[in-house]
T-cell receptor
Framework: DAGVIQSPRHEVTEMGQEVTLRCKPISGHNSLFWYRQTMMRGLELLIYFNNNVPIDDSGMPEDRFSAKMPNASFSTLKIQPSEPRDSAVYFC???????????FGSGTQLSVL | DQQVKQNSPSLSVQEGRISILNCDYTNSMFDYFLWYKKYPAEGPTFLISISSIKDKNEDGRFTVFLNKSAKHLSLHIVPSQPGDSAVYFCAASWEYGNKLVFGAGTILRVKS
């Protein structure tokens, strides 16, 4: 079975540019999560969806960040405009249902110059 | 305000010995705790979990202990193997389904 698929694996962009990260959850999973990993703060939850509906976006740092889940098999995390402090590894994860263990993708390493 | 804290950024252990990774939490509402392991360039993978109604859960070489009064949990790996070298994240949630809160992680190095 394919796991959670994220693209791109690496993204290098310049400050001010728009960045879009993509995620395909495991088929049949109803919950999807976006996390950001930094050295200082570890893994931070940005937003999570249940049945394609955003449930909690309190972790989204600023209005520059937005996330969508147009259908059960696809989600995007967009940063516009990007800033150097957004540089981090962004993980997408999915679970069968709320409360079930998470399955993570391999992450997107974002570098904003 | 970190609700889940892993105060040891790194730990080095000799192969065959016990590895003990610690985690403290502040939110008394947490009722479900998990450990995830992460290798470089990969996403975290689930390792072991424990609910607040238990104080111990064992799976092979891995055992998680929960001390609710101290708001502390620990992961024991016995015996440690070089392949256990990874970053270990402690995580917690409440109300069975609320968001999972992670600690900052502990880098474990098992020396052969």
């Amino acid at each position: 079975d394919a796991g959670v698929i994220q693209s791109p694996r690496h993204e290098v962009t310049e400050m001010g540019q728009e960045v879009t990260l993509r995620c395909k959850p495991i088929s049949g999973h109803n919950s999807l999560f976006w996390y950001r990993q930094t050295m200082m703060r570890g893994l931070e939850l940005l937003i999570y969806f249940n049945n394609n509906v955003p449930i909690d976006d309190s972790g989204m740092p600023e209005d520059r960040f937005s996330a969508k889940m147009p259908n059960a098999s696809f989600s995007t995390l967009k940063i516009q405009p990007s800033e150097p402090r957004d540089s981090a590894v962004y993980f997408c994860a999915s679970s069968l249902a709320r409360g079930e263990k998470l399955f993570f993708g391999s992450g997107t390493q974002l570098s904003v110059l | 305000d970190q609700q889940v804290k892993q105060n040891s950024p790194s730990l080095s252990v000799q192969e065959g010995r016990i590895s003990i990774l610690n985690c403290d939490y502040t939110n008394s509402m947490f009722d479900y705790f998990l450990w995830y392991k992460k290798y470089p360039a990969e996403g975290p993978t689930f390792l072991i979990s424990i609910s607040s109604i238990k104080d111990k859960n064992e799976d092979g070489r891995f055992t998680v202990f929960l001390n609710k009064s101290a708001k502390h949990l620990s992961l024991h790996i016995v015996p440690s193997q070089p392949g256990d070298s990874a970053v270990y994240f402690c995580a917690a949630s409440w109300e069975y389904g609320n968001k999972l809160v992670f600690g900052a992680g502990t880098i474990l190095r098992v020396k052969s």
